[in-house]
């Protein structure tokens, strides 16, 4: 199964950009890069996919290397409501999303 | 409002009594899921459904049954829930886009067994 590793927990200041890193090393060339959040024990939310190309919505930008083997979240301004549950997620299909363990980021005053 | 409902929210049941959580997603989306989340583990896939009458098992589909008669609802059904499928339940509905997919998340259904 495709695998990424991303670290157990970050701190962010609130008004900084959070940078949320993420290894995908067994990625495959047809493959994207998902990122979702989890609220507490709310659903998941979407935040941003690519392929090889950064990319930037109203959310997050999403870095990823040359190689596609890692990748950056990146959360510009972050506030207190973006205190979560990052996950990176590989896949190929629509069919299967396989979730991590994510990134717990909290954001302090 | 496009959106995914689940019910019930919380439910507390007995080992062996049938139980059925709905979900519905009012955005005609062909594809939906349905996962589980317990501490540590993170969320896990139990079934999805690509179409009507089309299902398939994710990875822990042990104890569960879906069915997806109608594209708009994807019920899953625990014939005769044990405590260890006390967990958070998320059912969702996938979007199919340039580029990937995107998936929506209902809010979550928390089931104690007791």
């Known amino acids: 199964d495709a695998k990424t590793t991303q670290p157990t927990s970050m701190d962010c200041a609130e008004g900084r950009a959070a940078n949320l890193p993420c290894n995908h090393s067994?990625?495959?060339?047809?493959?994207?890069v998902y990122w979702y959040r989890q609220i507490h024990s709310q659903g998941p939310q979407y935040i941003i996919h690519?392929?090889?190309n950064n990319e930037t919505n109203e959310m997050a930008s999403l870095i990823i290397t040359e190689d596609r083997k890692s990748s950056t979240l990146i959360l510009p301004h972050a506030t207190l409501r973006d205190t979560a549950v990052y996950y990176c997620i590989e896949r190929g299909t629509a069919s299967k999303l396989t979730f991590g363990t994510g990134t717990r980021l909290q954001v302090t005053l | 409002e496009a959106q995914v409902t689940q019910n019930p929210r919380y439910l507390i049941t007995v080992t062996g009594k049938k139980l059925t959580v709905t979900c519905s997603q009012n955005m005609n989306h062909e594809y939906m899921s349905w996962y589980r989340q317990d501490p540590g583990l993170g969320l896990r896939q139990i079934y999805y459904?690509?179409?009507?009458?089309?299902?398939d098992k994710g990875d822990v589909p042990e104890g569960y049954k879906v069915s997806r008669k109608e594209k708009r609802n994807f019920p899953l059904i625990l014939e005769s829930p044990s405590p260890n499928q006390t967990s958070l339940y998320f059912c969702a509905s996938i979007a199919k886009g340039q580029g990937g997919y995107e998936q929506y998340f209902g809010p979550g259904t928390r089931l104690t067994v007791t």
């Open positions: 067994t990625i495959s060339g047809n493959e994207y």
């Open positions: 690519g392929l090889k």
């Open positions: 459904s690509m179409n009507v009458e089309v299902t």
